[in-house]
C-alpha cells in the first residue's frame, strides 16, 4: 500500500487572518491580501483576480470554467486511462459540466444518473468533444441502499481502476420525506448515500493511487452548511420539527465532515479528500425553493455562475496539480475558503468557523454512519 507524507490538517486559525463579521467581502480580501504569505500558510487562491467584488458580473464574465481549469493545468488529453465516477449527471446540471471537463482530460467518466433513459442523452453530449476517453452510464439512486450497491457492482464490473470519485448528486430543501431505507431524505441522499458508495469502492481508489497522482474523493457541499448542526441523537428529526433547510445544512455540513475524516483516515495511504461549494448556479437542484426565483435579489446577481462555472471549482478539486499531497480543505471560488463566525451562508467563499472543521464531531459522524449502514469500523 502506498504511503505518502500527510500534511496535517488546518483549523480554524491556521491562516491568521481576521474572522469574518459582517466586514464587507473587498475589505476582508484587502486585509488578506495585506498579510505575508508565510503567515497566511500559502493559502491556495488561483484565481484571485477574476473573484474581486469590482470583476463580477454575473454567469458568462471572467471567472473560468471547468474546461479553462483543465487548459490551465496543461491536462486537456494528457490522462488516458484513468477513471472517474461523477453522481448526479442529468442534463442541464453541474455534474455533466464536471464530467465534461474530466473527460478532456482523455479520462473514461462513468455517468451516474438516476434515470438510465437521460443516460444516453448526456453521455452523447459530452463525447461530442471527440477526446479519447470513454463515457460509460452508470445507473444510481443516491436515495436507496440496494441502487447504489448494484451501481458499484456493475462498475466494478466494467473497471478494475477508480482514480476520481465525485460526489456529485444531491436534493435540496425538499418536503420531509425518507429514502427508501427510511433516512431522512437530504441526510441519506446527500451524505449516507455517498458514504457507502465511497465504502464500496475504497479499495478500488486506494489501488490506483500513485506516489506521483493519488486519487481523490470531492463531496460537494454548500454554503448552506452554515445552517447546520450534526444532531447524533436525532438525525431523522424525530425529536425536533423537521426544517427544510436545517435538514438541508445538515447534510452540507456532514458532506464536509465526510471529506475531512476520509482525508484524515487515508491521506497517509494516497487517498485525499476535498469539499466543495460550487457557487450560485441555477439548475434543477433549485425545484423545491422557486427555481430562478430563489436567486432573483439584485445584490446576489453579479456573483452567479454558469453552470460550466459553477463546475469549475470541483474540477480544480479533482485535478489542480497545486492540490497534489494536501487534503480536507472547503474550497470555494477556486481557493480554500475564509472563516466566518456569521450565521447565514451567502455566495462569498466563507466557511462557518468552529463547525466546519470539527475533527472529534467528523470522527463521531463516521463511525455513526458505519452504525446506521451495518458497516464495520474501516480504520486503516
Known sequence: ?????????????????????????????SLAESIPSADIMARLDPYAEQHKPENLAGPGDSRPTALQIVEDQ????????????????????????????LHATGTDVFIGVRDVEK?????KDILSDGK??????????LGSLASIKKAAE?????????????????????????????FETQFGTNHLGHFYLFQLLKSTLLSST?????????????????WGTIELDDLDFEKTPYSPWTAYGRSKLANIHFANELDRRYGPQGLRAFSVMPGGIITGLQRHVGGPQAFKAPELQDKLKSIEQGAATTVWAAVAKELEGRGGLYLDNLSEALPSDGDSPSLDP???????????????????????????DDRP
Open 1 to 29: 500500500m502506498l504511503v505518502c507524507e500527510h500534511v496535517p490538517h488546518r483549523t480554524d486559525q491556521q491562516y491568521h487572518l481576521p474572522l469574518h463579521t459582517g466586514t464587507s467581502r473587498q475589505t476582508l480580501y
Open 74 to 101: 496543461g491536462l486537456l488529453g494528457a490522462w488516458p486511462g484513468r477513471v472517474a465516477i461523477v453522481t448526479g449527471c442529468s442534463p442541464g446540471g453541474i455534474g455533466v459540466e464536471t464530467a465534461r471537463a
Open 119 to 123: 443516460g444516453p442523452t448526456a453521455a
Open 132 to 141: 479519447p476517453g470513454k463515457v460509460e452510464v452508470l445507473q444510481i439512486d
Open 154 to 182: 456493475d462498475f466494478l464490473s466494467r473497471s478494475d481502476k477508480l482514480h476520481l470519485l465525485i460526489n456529485n448528486a444531491g436534493v435540496m430543501a425538499c418536503a420531509e420525506g425518507k429514502t427508501a431505507d427510511g
Open 210 to 226: 500513485t506516489p506521483d497522482l493519488t486519487s481523490r474523493v470531492i463531496s460537494l457541499s454548500s454554503s448552506g452548511h452554515f
Open 350 to 376: 466563507f466557511y462557518k468557523a468552529g463547525r466546519a472543521y470539527d475533527p472529534p464531531m467528523e470522527m463521531q459522524l463516521w463511525e455513526a454512519s458505519l452504525k446506521l449502514l451495518g458497516l464495520e
